[in-house]
């Protein structure tokens, strides 16, 4: 059997189908292929503009059949290409001739390896997930989570009525998204949640620290404090009645599984943890939920071999091209390898897979027409909008700092269960940002890192709650 196209897109994640659609638009007579796993594909809706880098979305799973008109599906399996020669074979033997073919295979989940108790080891790779998986969780007692990402972190705050272990490798929570002060500002948010919040007082504290203060806490913190750094106890934070009755997440830092052995008796789970200072700790478990992040995922051949990156990505270049002629590449399963924007990096998020996958549709339909286009500006800074703990998140720039060797200052302000701001600083600009909580800074801070503005001159009232920073700026 044999197909034919413009247009074959491979994977039906965010990034395929954003590709998919792009090229929807911009190339609307052209014939468009959607090749993927499975009839169930990833979409974006609610798209909502919070500022002009960032967009708060939501991911929707969808039926191929409901996807915009233009574009036919298969669904099957990529096996092999040949991009000297323009066509692609599945695992059902269709070959399918292209003239521009996309790779959007995403990545596949860094599953815990262990023999013979796989079915209670559990792998998720979104938030979608999550609902399935209190449906499996109905009748167990003890879960143990893995990995300290977005999803380990929603996990932990949605997992009610069972004991949850949260095993991560770092001195403290969410260690993918934030840093320590905001993980103990969700911390103690998640203590109180359900309390009688309006009488408490509410307290704002800002702090300035240099880079070398930063890490001499953290150095701190690795010889065993409970919640983080120290310095954070110098807010008003650390108060509170943490050890409210409400079962929180027993969270084991630094520390990672040694050896699982399943019981006989019920096939509990009877696992080995270990912790930095090589101490060991044994607990038990009738699940384990193991959220540690993805690899590409290239299960399949090609005539030339595509140039993959370090992680293990396929490298592409502003237009998202990899090095095989008219293949392209978007999404997690591609390694950026351009010269990226001073204020811009890549990490794996669905706002990139959107971001890359729309590009890469655009890049190939500009191709095709014989036009020129320009690498899309979301790519001069980075952006994400996110939710934690019940609390909106805004990451902008180098917001930890990523990047910026020791040469930064940190700027918090942090209002116990309202916000937490942190502004990165180098020589008196603006860097990078962490919002958390409804702040209204986003497109200041867009603005403030884009033009570099100075903001020596205004020292630490840039955080004064007191002083409205965007009318600083107006
Ligand atoms: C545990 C976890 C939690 C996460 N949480 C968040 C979060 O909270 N927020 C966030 O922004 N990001 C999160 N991410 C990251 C986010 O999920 C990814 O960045 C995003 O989904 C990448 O989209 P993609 O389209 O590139 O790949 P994917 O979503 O992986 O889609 C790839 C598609 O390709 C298909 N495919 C693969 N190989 C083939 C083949 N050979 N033939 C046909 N089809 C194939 C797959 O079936 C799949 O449909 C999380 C990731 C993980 C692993
Ligand atoms: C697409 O096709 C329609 C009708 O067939 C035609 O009017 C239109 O000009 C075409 N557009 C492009 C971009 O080729
Ligand atoms: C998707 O829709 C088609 C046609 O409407 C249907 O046959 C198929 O079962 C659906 N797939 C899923 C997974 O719901
Ligand atoms: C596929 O590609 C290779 C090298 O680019 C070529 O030599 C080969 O003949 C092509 N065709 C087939 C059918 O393998
Ligand atoms: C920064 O640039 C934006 C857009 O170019 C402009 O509207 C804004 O006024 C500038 N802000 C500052 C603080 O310079």
């Given at each position: 059997m044999s197909r034919e196209c413009t247009f074959l897109v491979v994977g039906g994640g965010i990034a395929g189908v954003s590709c998919a659609e792009a090229l929807a638009i911009c190339a609307s007579n052209a014939s468009i292929l959607l090749l993927t796993e499975s009839s169930i594909v990833k979409s974006v809706t609610n798209l909502v503009p919070v500022a002009r880098y960032l967009h708060k979305f939501d991911v929707r799973e969808t039926n191929v059949t409901d996807l915009s008109a233009g574009i036919t599906t298969i669904v099957d399996q990529l096996e092999h290409i040949n991009s000297s020669e323009h066509w692609a074979r599945t695992k059902t033997g269709i070959i399918i001739k292209y003239r521009y073919i996309c790779l959007c295979t995403g990545g596949a989940p860094k599953l815990f390896n262990a023999a013979k108790c796989e079915e209670r080891i559990i792998g998720i790779r979104d938030t979608d997930s999550v609902l399935e998986l209190q449906r499996r969780l109905a009748s167990a007692k003890d879960v143990l989570i893995l990995g300290n990402g977005g999803i380990a972190s929603e996990l932990a705050h949605e997992l009610h009525d069972v004991n949850v272990h949260w095993v991560i490798k770092d001195a403290h929570i969410s260690a993918t998204f934030v840093d320590p002060g905001a993980a103990e500002f969700f911390q103690l948010a998640k203590s109180e949640t359900g309390?009688?919040?309006?009488?408490?007082?509410?307290?704002?504290?800002?702090?300035?620290m240099r880079y070398s203060e930063e890490e001499q806490l953290q150095q701190q913190s690795k010889r065993g404090a409970a919640?983080?750094?120290?310095?954070?106890?110098?807010?008003?934070?650390?108060?509170?009645?943490?050890a409210s009755s409400r079962r929180l997440p027993k969270v084991y830092y630094k520390s990672h599984i040694k050896h699982i052995e399943q019981l006989p008796i019920d096939g509990t789970l009877q696992v080995t943890l270990k912790h930095e200072d090589d101490s060991q700790e044994q607990l038990n478990c009738d699940f384990i939920v193991s959220a540690t992040g993805v690899q590409p995922r290239l299960d399949f051949t090609t005539d030339v071999p595509l140039q993959l990156a370090e992680d293990g990505g396929i490298n592409v270049d502003e237009m998202m091209r990899s090095n095989l002629c008219d293949v392209y590449a978007a999404g997690d399963v591609c390694t950026s390898a351009w010269d990226p924007a001073q204020h811009w990096f890549q990490m794996r998020l669905w706002t990139q897979a959107r971001q890359m996958g729309a590009m890469a549709g655009r890049s190939m339909a500009a191709q095709f027409e014989g036009e020129t286009v320009y690498q899309d500006f979301c790519f001069e800074l980075f952006g994400h909008v996110t939710q934690l703990f019940g609390f909106p998140v805004v990451l902008l720039g180098r917001f930890n700092g990523q990047g910026l060797g020791r040469d930064y200052e940190l700027l918090v302000r942090c209002t116990r269960n309202k916000e937490y701001i942190k502004f990165v600083l180098q020589q008196g600009r603006l860097r990078g940002a962490i919002l958390i909580g409804d702040t209204d800074l986003a497109e200041t801070c867009e603005n403030l890192i884009l033009n570099g503005t100075d903001l020596e001159p205004y020292g630490d009232d840039i955080l004064n709650p007191n002083i409205d920073i965007e009318d600083y700026f107006d």
């Open positions: 309390e009688e919040l309006g009488a408490a007082a509410v307290t704002t504290a800002i702090k300035r919640l983080g750094p120290d310095w954070h106890r110098n807010f008003d934070l650390a108060g509170g009645d943490a």
